[in-house]
């Protein structure tokens, strides 16, 4: 029986692209200044390290980027100064407020505290009873600490849980590893492998598969 869905936030819930593209020529230019190079040159120093990093527990902090340049920037005021810049996908707020009548809702994200404040600028953090960052688990998806933290803090066991996110690796395979459900967000139709549970295109497609998955266990 499902009784708690947890969500991946970006890629899966909204996209904070609207305002990495804002901040981003500032920080080719501080990084410019500072180094005493051409912004081209600056914007490549910047974007290599991030690539290398990739998939790393630093990756999946801006803060840790603008530390390591001695940039004088905190990312989590850059969304307190462009709201409306981290987007909700279409449809997100009128599932959420329709899945919360009926089971437990969290989230589970690599990402830092500051994850926190895209869904409070989105106005979606009031339908989450759960919300574990790796900053609470010391952890990034897909280690199973993070889930097992989440599941913990909403008192239900992995087999009723389910996490919707829109990656394979992190999000899916991290989820059923510990014995929860998994639904996949492809977007883009790649091959899901037959690892997730169910694969949908869009977020807007999850009230379905929930129904898919508690008719599966129905029979």
Not at 73 to 78: D, L, R
Request: glycine letters at 6%; zero cysteines.
């Amino acid at each position: 029986m499902v009784k708690a869905v947890f969500f991946d936030i970006d890629g899966t819930l909204l996209t904070e692209w609207p305002l990495v593209m804002t901040i981003l020529p500032k920080i080719y230019w501080e990084i410019s200044r500072k180094l005493g190079i051409p912004v081209y040159k600056a914007r490549e120093i910047f974007l290599r390290e991030i690539e290398v990093r990739k998939g790393t527990y630093e990756w999946h902090d801006w803060n840790f980027f603008f530390r390591k340049f001695g940039l004088p920037y905190k990312f989590e005021e850059f969304i307190e100064e462009y709201p409306y810049k981290v987007e909700l996908y279409p449809g997100v707020r009128e599932l959420l407020e329709i899945l919360a009548e009926k089971y437990k809702l969290g989230v589970i994200t690599s990402g830092p505290k500051y994850q926190r404040k895209k869904l409070e600028v989105t106005g979606i953090i009031e339908y989450f009873d759960v919300v574990v960052t790796r900053d609470d688990a010391n952890a990034i998806k897909p280690d199973p600490r993070i889930f097992i933290m989440a599941l913990e803090k909403a008192g239900v066991r992995p087999e009723d849980a389910v996490m919707v996110g829109d990656n394979l690796e992190q999000d899916i395979l991290g989820a059923r590893a510990v014995g929860m459900k998994g639904v996949w967000v492809n977007k883009k139709g790649e091959n899901g492998f037959n690892v997730p549970h169910v694969e949908i295109r869009s977020i807007s497609e999850l009230k379905k598969a929930l129904e898919v998955l508690e008719n599966e266990e129905d029979i």
